[in-house]
Every structure is written in structure tokens, then in C-alpha cells.
T-cell receptor
Framework: AQSVTQPDIHITVSEGASLELRCNYS??????LFWYVQSPGQGLQLLLK??????LVQGIKGFEAEFKRSQSSFNLRKPSVHWSDAAEYFC????????????FGTGTRLQVFP | DSGVTQTPKHLITATGQRVTLRCSPR?????VYWYQQSLDQGLQFLIQ???????AKGNILERFSAQQFPDLHSELNLSSLELGDSALYFC??????????????FGPGTRLTVL
């Protein structure tokens, strides 16, 4: 069955430090992959997506992610974290087999210390 | 702002009641999706409509139903509410044309509290 795993429930970093959020997926074909961010009390904002092509994708707010088929991973990175990046981050895979639904991971809560 | 609107923002009601959540997709988007976000289940897909027709169902209870109207807005109806239905309900929309997969854009959500 298709699934997404985000092994880190909570990550704390200092402002200015680099960030990597992990995401592993289980999917039978080439996946459509997404990272969304949810700030407290807010909806989900799309950070970036991977459909095909270049495995390193750039998103908004200075984020990037790398698709590694051999590792079934799609990790999110940012070279220098800002205090405003504190939020919950969700990795998702788009199920293109029978539906268009998104299958989400459980999320990683990012805390940023000044 | 994603361009997807949801009303109301908050809803507080009692067990056994019925509520309707409303969603307007982005201009030009034909597909509407409903998701439920709860502490114990995380983000779960409920149902998808495409151009007025039901396209896919997920973990949606029989007490819940949805529809998409000719102007493409959608409503999610929740009836015989239970305490466990308290959650954040998101609507998302996408273009979804010609069989090509497209990203989904999410609304701000409706927070439902059942007392």
C-alpha cells in the first residue's frame, strides 16, 4: 500500500542553521511528491513538488528537495533557517492510480530558536 | 492566499447535530477534494469531486456526504455528529485536466468542535 513516512516528529534548530527534514515513501510507480507547510491555525501551503525530470527541485521560501529513487526518499532542505520557518511540515505522495488523493505523512514540527 | 475559500472558519455544535461546510475552489479548477485533519488520524482524504461528479472516495463515514454544484463550489455535510468528528476539515482544488496530475491548493480549513 502507498504510504509516506516522516521519521522525525519534532525537530529543533537554531536560527541560521541548516535544516533537513526526512521523508520516505512507498509507492509502486514514479511518484508525484509534495511538501506542504502548515503554520499554526493556518491551512496547508505548497512548498514544492516533484513530478519528473530534475531530481533537485526548488520551492518557495528558499526550500529545496531532492528525489532519490534508490532510497525512496524526498528530503526537504534549507541552508539557513529563519524564525518564521517554525511550523509543521508535511510530505505527501499523489496517488495517481485510481484517485488523485494525497497521502500524507504524519508531519514534522519544526521549532526555531533565536 | 491559495484562492480556495472555506466557510465557516469555526463551527461549534453539539452531538447528534448536522452541519454543512462550504468550499469555493480556485477559479478554473474543476476538482475539489475534502480532507480531515485530526490528532489521532492525521490528514486523511475523504472524497473528491470532478466537474460535479464524484470521482473518488476515501475514509469517509456514511454519516458524511458531499456534493459539487454547477458553479463548482462544494459542500461537505456531516450528520449525527459525534465527539470524534471534531477536527479541521480542509478543502483543496486542482485543475486536473486531460488526465494529467496537478498539484492541489488548500483552503484555510474549517475547525469543527463537537461538544
Amino acid at each position: 500500500a502507498q504510504s509516506v513516512t516522516q521519521p522525525d516528529i519534532h525537530i529543533t534548530v537554531s536560527e541560521g542553521a541548516s535544516l533537513e527534514l526526512r521523508c520516505n515513501y512507498s509507492y509502486g510507480a514514479t511518484p508525484y511528491l509534495f511538501w506542504y507547510v502548515q503554520s499554526p491555525g493556518q491551512g496547508l501551503q505548497l512548498l514544492l513538488k516533484y513530478f519528473s525530470g530534475d531530481t533537485l527541485v526548488q520551492g518557495i521560501k528558499g526550500f529545496e528537495a531532492e528525489f532519490k529513487r534508490s532510497q525512496s526518499s524526498f528530503n526537504l532542505r534549507k541552508p539557513s533557517v529563519h524564525w518564521s520557518d517554525a511550523a509543521e511540515y508535511f510530505c505527501a505522495v499523489g496517488d495517481s492510480y485510481n484517485t488523485d488523493k494525497l497521502i500524507f505523512g504524519t508531519g514534522t514540527r519544526l521549532q526555531v530558536f533565536p | 492566499d491559495s484562492g480556495v475559500t472555506q466557510t465557516p472558519k469555526h463551527l461549534i455544535t453539539a452531538t447528534g447535530q448536522r452541519v454543512t461546510l462550504r468550499c469555493s475552489p480556485r477559479s478554473g479548477d474543476l476538482s475539489v477534494y475534502w480532507y480531515q485533519q485530526s490528532l489521532d488520524q492525521g490528514l486523511q482524504f475523504l472524497i473528491q469531486y470532478y466537474n460535479g461528479e464524484e470521482r473518488a472516495k476515501g475514509n469517509i463515514l456514511e454519516r458524511f456526504s458531499a456534493q459539487q454544484f454547477p458553479d463548482l463550489h462544494s459542500e461537505l455535510n456531516l450528520s449525527s455528529l459525534e465527539l470524534g468528528d471534531s477536527a479541521l476539515y480542509f478543502c483543496a482544488s486542482s485543475v486536473r485536466q486531460g488526465g494529467k496530475y496537478n498539484e492541489q491548493f488548500f483552503g484555510p480549513g474549517t475547525r469543527l468542535t463537537v461538544l
